[in-house]
């Protein structure tokens, strides 16, 4: 962990770093917040909400204490609409009135949430007297009301800017009428608040040297800073790595595949919650493509070895049973389920990782191309979210989704959003700071320069 460096000249808040952590469980994962951090001190309760696209969190705070007292987490019932931004998108641009059911869907579960916290707490709703809000663009303009159309079309002009100020009785939230909601600031059409968040509870923009913050999902938010500049930037990963188009992939749940080493011509898995394995989540895919690689099964350009490569290059014969020609192409087999239902890594879900990855790293060579450094030149690399907090270094190193650094550099960050949103709820100056980050962020939309493509394609070979 970097420690606190004291009080930051430019902003007042503590310079330390909000490195997230927790229990190697999932069910008893934690927030941390940074060295110095505190919230100012008042009467009644705070609560601040993580809108993610497939989940949403809500934290409760005493102010008086300064402490957090409950937390609570609901799927995104907007999944209904769709399981990815675009296609709500789509949704509300079919019909007037959509806008305003995809709201009420995500506001109903806001308060939902709000009377579990408080609940849990033994505290009244009517004690809630500030919110503070954070999602990527789209959830932000769901919640807001604002009309997210735009954001499907170049060049992703959000409807609004700035923070979002509103009493609750118009956040349509159940609360003291008096209750203050604010919807953190986004940076740009697709980096939202959620990364606003993250740069706030990670301090980020505050370190010395060469900074880089990843928050890998549909969208691999980028920001890199060396303390004066700092840049942002959203690339089109693509749904690989939350277990979507891929023939087996599923969620991080129970049953899930989330480890995996090939030793000789054995495979050993390991699953969520050590149940049968149903599919395979994000991180165990990235597991198995980095063992198939020092395998040899997988190649530079991602082609996967038939049968007949195997035998030729003389690897144990064990490899070359589970290699096996379809209809759809060739495909490697994991594991099979009691009912004879195979789990496989099809040549098409290579494909997908190289295009997300490809995504990835091309952005990260464009921003670090503004600074005319290099991933070498890298004093860190903060990784957020909780697909950071399990994915194997190692493995993200070898296929090339993370820059080939020293491990000691990578930092698993966890869940920054929900995090910075706190801070910003309890914290008069963060709350300041979040207002002032689309300002000190520069944001580059990499379909706009030049070699972006060149880059990309470079990029997909492992």
């Known amino acids: 962990m970097i420690k606190c460096t004291g009080v930051c000249s430019k902003c007042g808040r503590c310079k330390g770093s909000a490195m997230m952590s927790g229990a190697n469980d999932r069910k008893t994962k934690m927030l941390a917040y940074p060295d110095g951090f505190s919230a100012d001190k008042g009467k009644g309760l705070a609560a601040a909400f993580d809108i993610g696209t497939t989940t949403v969190v809500g934290m409760l705070w005493d102010l008086e204490a300064g402490e957090q007292i409950a937390t609570a987490a609901r799927t995104n019932p907007q999944n209904e609409f769709g399981l990815d931004v675009i296609s709500r998108i789509t949704y509300c641009g079919r019909e007037g009135e959509n806008l305003d059911v995809l709201r009420g869907s995500i506001t109903d579960c806001i308060n939902e949430i709000t009377e579990e916290i408080c609940s849990k707490a033994g505290r009244s709703i009517e004690e809630i007297h500030k919110v503070s809000v954070a999602g990527n663009t789209t959830m932000s303009h769901l ?9 499907a079309l170049a060049p992703f002009t959000p409807a609004y800017t700035g923070a979002v100020k509103l009493k609750a009785e118009d ?12 919807v953190i600031p986004n940076i740009a059409g697709h980096v939202g608040g959620d990364i606003t968040a993250g740069i706030i509870a990670s301090r980020v923009l505050d370190m010395e040297g060469l900074s880089m913050f990843i928050d890998i999902g549909t969208n691999g938010e980028i920001v890199i800073t060396d303390g004066k500049d700092s840049y942002a ?11 979507a188009c891929i023939k087996c992939g599923m969620r991080a749940a129970e049953g899930a595949i ?22 395979i989540c994000g991180s165990g895919l990235i597991d198995a493509l980095a063992e198939m690689l020092d395998a040899k099964l997988i190649d530079k350009k991602g082609r996967l070895a038939s049968a007949a490569d195997v035998e030729k290059k003389k690897f144990d014969p064990a490899l070359c049973e589970r290699l096996i020609e379809t209809e759809k192409g060739r495909e490697f087999i ?5 009912d004879g239902e195979r789990i496989v890594i099809s040549q098409n879900d290579i494909r997908e990782v190289q295009l997300a990855k490809g995504a990835i790293k091309a952005g990260i060579q464009i921003m ?8 070498n030149d890298l004093d860190r690399v903060i990784v957020a979210g909780a697909f950071g907090n399990y994915i194997d270094k190692e493995s993200a190193v070898r296929i090339g989704l993370l820059p080939g650094i020293n491990q000691d550099k990578i930092i ?13 709820a309890v914290n008069k100056k963060e709350m300041e700071f979040a207002e002032r980050i689309p300002e000190l962020v520069k944001h580059i939309e990499l379909a706009q320069e030049e070699d972006f493509q060149t880059k990309y394609l470079m990029a997909m070979a492992f």
Do not use: H, W
């Open 171 to 182: 956040a349509l939230l159940k609360l003291g009428k008096d209750a203050d909601v604010t």
């Open 143 to 151: 919640f807001a009301g604002y009309p997210p159309m735009n954001l």
């Open 368 to 375: 670090l191309g503004r600074y005319g450094k290099t991933v």
């Open 412 to 424: 698993s960050a966890g869940n920054t959003a929900g995090a910075g949103v706190s801070m910003t």
């Open 334 to 338: 994991l594991t099979e389920k009691e």
């Open 258 to 279: 989330e480890k995996i080493s090939i030793e000789g011509g054995d495979v050993k898995l390991r699953t969520i919650g050590e149940k049968e394995a149903q599919g």
């Open 233 to 243: 930037c959203s690339t089109a990963a693509g749904p690989a790595f939350e277990g």
